[in-house]
């Protein structure tokens, strides 16, 4: 299956061609470092492009002092991975192993030189994405989450890290090894989250992460941007590359992670052009890289709770904390969520054995016990699948009585052929049990009721769109699904009834719930909004 970027370790080690070098002198200058010397230190901004002319510079662990990592950088090569691109904070701390001197070039003239030479745009974010899959995949560094199975708040700390594909250590408190003695110690024994060197994260939330990772920009004392994308899942994303591609200054606000609901989908099958297949968070991912490539910017995760518009006919919308940042266009890309279940205690055990994704952090909750899904699209279907490898079991309840109308025709082969997979049909989960985490749930089919031990229940029902920020501006269905083309009394297929706010995706009245159709139409309705800015601005003037 592809992953978010190349093998680090298995790529051939290409230097920088010498006229790419050159220019990078003609935008930096020299420096020297000192063998000891902190080049970058961890929570320090990613506001320079280093490469190395002479020496060698290391990863150092912020615990003892010593090198992390067996490998180094030397003559030819270049610190930096992909949080460069969006401004974002350096998680680990680089060192100068002997005396080394660097060419040092300014954040911005990088981005802008990049901009200018795709040749060397490509060759710098194949590297920075294959470091970003080795530090993800290798948990090398300075993020430590302690007890997220016992704590649903440092689980979210856990979630977001996750699905933003943010490298991070897990640690279960119960673990006996003395790194984990330690830390629990640091913590007084409690679930927590643990930055920098020793470093307790007071009340952790992801915000508060997202935060020390540089990722909750300082957006308030920027300009009004072109276009506002409001959503992060696949139309989003899409709109966000097509936008920068086409000099359109935007900007993506996501109040969870990069993905949406696609990024709870452990693998994609049938999205052209990943014949092994890809999960949500990954192909959503590169997506982003490729918009940042192109200077559009995301904020996560923060949430837009209002909107007004200006006189002057740009969109302000209101973000929690009471934030605010305007655009002359609007992008509604808000996607759908899960509905809950009216089930007693529902809420007092989410997170604690009731999940609304399945990927690799909520699957290792699964292990020699029984999971339960709920629901009969790809989604379930596909969370069923990846479950099986971790759980004893598996159990898919649906209401229906086939999955023919909701599931594509291969995946619904492969779970009526799995032994590992039960599919009950004309069925519906009737009630929780356990005290602090889930243990067992009963599942009614017809008049017949059993209690099925499980730890691990996941919900995939339902769409409930996410459009009440909207403060009326647009016309919504009964369902609160956006109204757009001809049912909006547009021409156009992604207009509102309010002028300047498009919409796109799974939020939008009539759409085709898929991830293709998403990409298409974020990727489609750009042109419409380039030329929707061009007119306004043209009547402004």
């Known amino acids: 299956m592809e992953t978010l970027g190349q093998d680090l370790e298995t790529m051939r080690r290409v230097p920088l061609a010498p006229d790419h070098v050159a220019a990078i002198c003609d935008i930096g200058g020299e420096r020297f470092y000192k063998a000891g010397d ?64 660097v060419i040092e070039a300014p954040r911005e003239a990088m981005l802008a030189l990049m901009g200018r030479v795709p040749e060397l745009s490509d ?38 890290l996750s699905r933003n594909r943010i490298p991070f250590q897990s640690y279960d408190m119960d673990g006996a090894d003395r790194e984990t003695a330690t830390l629990c110690s640091l913590l007084g024994h409690e679930p927590g989250v643990i930055v920098g060197a020793q470093t307790r994260m007071a009340d952790p939330t992801p915000r508060k992460v997202a935060q020390y990772l540089g990722l909750d920009l300082d957006i308030c004392s920027l300009r009004t941007y072109d276009l506002l994308i409001v959503g992060g899942g696949p139309a989003g994303v899409a709109a966000a590359v097509y936008a920068g591609s086409e000099g359109i200054g935007a900007l993506v606000i996501e109040d969870t992670a990069v993905g949406g609901q696609a990024g709870t989908s452990s693998r994609i099958e ?67 969520q899960y509905r809950r279940l009216p089930l007693d205690r529902l809420e007092e055990l989410e997170g604690a054995g009731i999940f609304y994704s399945a990927t690799e952090m909520e699957a290792r909750f699964c292990s020699q016990t029984d999971a339960v899904v709920i629901g009969g699209g790809n989604s379930a279907g596909q969370a069923a699948m990846f479950l099986s490898r971790t759980a004893a079991h598996v159990h898919l309840v649906v209401r229906g009585s086939s999955l023919a109308a909701s599931m594509s025709s291969y995946l619904s082969r492969r779970l009526e052929a799995d032994p590992r997979i039960t599919i009950h049909y004309h069925s519906e989960v009737t009630a929780l049990h356990g005290d602090r985490w889930l243990n067992a749930v009963t599942l009614k089919t ?39 083309g001809a049912a909006a009394g547009q021409t156009d297929d992604y207009a509102t009834t309010a002028p300047g706010i498009f919409a796109v995706g799974d939020v939008r009245a009539g759409s085709v719930k898929r991830v293709a159709s998403a990409v298409g139409e974020g990727s489609v309705v750009v042109s419409r909004i380039w030329q929707y800015l061009e007119d306004t601005r043209v009547e402004a003037g």
């Open 270 to 336: 049938n999205y052209m052009g990943f014949p092994t297949g890809i999960s949500g968070t990954d192909l959503t991912f590169r997506g982003q890289v490729q918009a940042m490539k192109f200077g559009t910017r995301f904020v996560m995760p923060r949430r837009v709770e209002a909107l007004l518009r200006r006189e002057d006919g740009a969109f302000c919308a209101t973000l929690d904390d009471g934030d605010e940042i305007c655009a002359r266009a609007l992008l509604v890309a808000t996607g759908v």
């Open 446 to 484: 017809g008049d017949t009721e059993q209690r099925i031990a499980a730890r691990a229940l996941f919900i995939m029902i339902g769409a409930a769109p996410n459009t009440s920020w909207l403060s009326g501006m647009a016309e919504t269905d009964a369902k609160g699904f956006i109204l757009t």
């Open 123 to 160: 060759h710098l974010i194949t590297v920075f994405t294959a470091r970003r899959r080795m530090q993800f995949e290798l948990r090398n560094d300075t993020i430590k989450v302690i007890g997220a199975d016992r704590d649903p708040q440092v689980q979210a700390v856990e979630r977001f």
């Open 38 to 101: 902190i080049v970058m230190e961890i929570g320090e901004p990613m506001d320079r492009f280093v490469y190395v002319i002479e020496g060698e510079i290391e990863v150092a662990d912020p615990h003892t002092g010593e090198r992390l990592l067996p490998s180094s950088l030397g003559p030819t090569q270049f610190m930096g991975e992909i949080g460069f691109l969006n401004g974002g904070t350096n998680i680990m701390r680089m060192r100068a192993a002997v005396d080394t001197t």
